[in-house]
T-cell receptor
Framework: DTGVSQDPRHKITKRGQNVTFRCDPISEHNRLYWYRQTLGQGPEFLTYFQNEAQLEKSRLLSDRFSAERPKGSFSTLEIQRTEQGDSAMYLC??????????????FGQGTRLTVV | GENVEQHPSTLSVQEGDSAVIKCTYS??????FPWYKQELGKGPQLIID?????GEKKDQRIAVTLNKTAKHFSLHITETQPEDSAVYFCAASGPLSGNTPLVFGKGTRLSVIA
């Protein structure tokens, strides 16, 4: 399968614990996005990378959220000191970075986080 | 920033009928408008997209229209089938150079009744 891969698919954690999610994009895609989706809502943009550079992170929900893409391939999203309000589906997407035109973004299956 | 409104939030149609979902956007600089289908427990799947230099695009039973002047775009599904039942999201974004990733609508839950 050459699509976007996310791991784990499900994570249950206790409030206050740290969690880390991984995303492996489509291999030739240099752009990688993280979104959060809560029940009944559309995906909400969090941050994105072009290669290893994080181009936008102001939408991260708080300073407890951070993301990395150290070698321009896979990415990790970490949430520190989780709260019940962090329970959501975390989606990763990737695309080719064009010069002026957007290109198609393909999503992974998501990681569903439940904070108890 | 961009704001995308999507209507209706739920839609039920009889199998074989057509379904239409409408979206409006706020940023006149937006130039890319994809539609995604999301089934329960899965990530969104890109089904069709349109760029601002065209007014309509069709792919088998699905079509998308764009009215740049009015800043709205629509998804049309003809000859609906039960497997079309899912949540559909519209989205909009501007040029990559402006660092404007996709902004999504809140979704439309489509139910196709056999």
């Amino acid at each position: 399968d050459t699509g976007v891969s996310q791991d784990p698919r499900h994570k249950i954690t206790k409030r206050g614990q740290n969690v880390t999610f991984r995303c492996d994009p489509i291999s030739e895609h240099n752009r990688l996005y993280w979104y959060r989706q809560t029940l009944g809502q559309g995906p909400e943009f969090l941050t994105y990378f072009q290669n290893e550079a994080q181009l936008e992170k102001s939408r991260l929900l708080s300073d407890r959220f951070s993301a990395e893409r150290p070698k321009g391939s896979f990415s990790t999203l970490e949430i520190q000191r989780t709260e019940q309000g962090d329970s959501a589906m975390y989606l990763c997407a990737s695309s080719l970075g064009g010069n002026r035109m957007n290109t198609e973004a393909f999503f992974g299956q998501g990681t569903r986080l439940t904070v108890v | 920033g961009e704001n995308v409104e999507q209507h209706p939030s739920t839609l039920s149609v009889q199998e074989g009928d057509s379904a239409v979902i409408k979206c409006t956007y706020s940023d006149s600089a937006s130039n890319y408008f994809p539609w995604y289908k999301q089934e329960l427990g899965k990530g969104p799947q890109l089904i069709i997209d349109i760029r601002s230099n065209v007014g309509e695009k069709k792919d088998q039973r699905i079509a998308v229209t764009l009215n740049k002047t009015a800043k709205h775009f629509s998804l049309h599904i003809t000859e609906t089938q039960p497997e079309d039942s899912a949540v559909y999201f519209c989205a909009a974004s501007g040029p990559l150079s402006g660092n404007t990733p996709l902004v999504f609508g809140k979704g439309t839950r489509l139910s196709v009744i056999a």
